[in-house]
């Protein structure tokens, strides 16, 4: 089945920094590719997805380009924030047309005023 | 508001006792899973369904049983054969339909679970 190697933490940055959570994956084909942000104490919640090879996801300032050539997925944000301290994790579908999906082992980042 | 509740915040087991997790949901979903998360491991999936009154294991069945007697509730059961039950417990579901129908999960708010 397919899987996710993500880049492990903690990741510890000052206020207004730039971020890189590195996400690389194997897969059957090219599924979507997918960041998830769980807040302390909260579920999971969607951050960005991608569907195909070049697109990229945003949301909240973060992005992520689906590169199949290098089978990577990294979260990046130019200027994090003191709320963005979370954990992130990066995702796919198990198997090809799967129900179900597989997480990455999560990257906790802290951001210090 | 649509969403997923999950129930209790937090749960304490003694040994050899089964306790059960509660997950409802009110968002018309057909799929709800049950993933585990242990500090520095990840989410691991327990059990999921895809339609009321089945369901199918997951990677860490081991241990746990649930039931999908309604479309809303997918609750689940940690038996006493499971020796590590402390993690958190999450609870998602999703309603796409076609190819990649389960790829954007709502997960509720977790359960964590102690043993006494």
């Known amino acids: 089945g397919n899987s996710v190697t993500q880049m492990e933490g903690p990741v510890t940055l000052s206020e207004e920094a730039f971020l890189t959570i590195n996400c690389t994956y194997t897969?059957?084909?090219?599924?979507?590719l997918f960041w998830y942000v769980q807040y302390p104490g909260e579920g999971l919640q969607l951050l960005l997805k991608?569907?195909?090879?070049?697109d990229k996801g945003s949301n909240k300032g973060f992005e992520a380009t689906y590169r199949k050539e290098t089978t990577s997925f990294h979260l990046e944000k130019g200027s994090v924030q003191v709320s963005d301290s979370a954990v992130y994790f990066c995702a796919l579908p198990s198997e090809g047309g799967s129900e179900k999906l597989v997480f990455g082992k999560g990257t906790k980042l802290t951001v210090n005023p | 508001d649509g969403g997923i509740t999950q129930s209790p915040k937090y749960l304490f087991r003694k040994e050899g006792q089964n306790v059960t997790l509660s997950c409802e949901q009110n968002?018309?979903?057909?799929?709800m899973y049950w993933y585990r998360q242990d500090p520095g491991q990840g989410l691991r999936l327990i059990y999921y369904s895809q339609i009321v009154n089945d369901f199918q294991k997951g990677d860490i069945a081991e241990g746990y049983s649930v039931s999908r007697e309604k479309k809303e509730s997918f609750p689940l059961t940690v038996t006493s054969a499971q020796k590590n039950p402390t993690a958190f417990y999450l609870c998602?579901?999703?309603?796409?339909?076609?190819?990649?129908?389960?790829?954007?999960?709502?997960f509720g708010s977790g359960t964590q679970l102690s043993v006494l």
């Open positions: 991608a569907t195909k090879a070049d």
């Open positions: 998602a579901s999703s309603g796409q339909t076609g190819r990649g129908r389960g790829e954007k999960l709502f």
């Open positions: 897969a059957t084909g090219y599924p979507s």
């Open positions: 968002l018309n979903h057909d799929a």
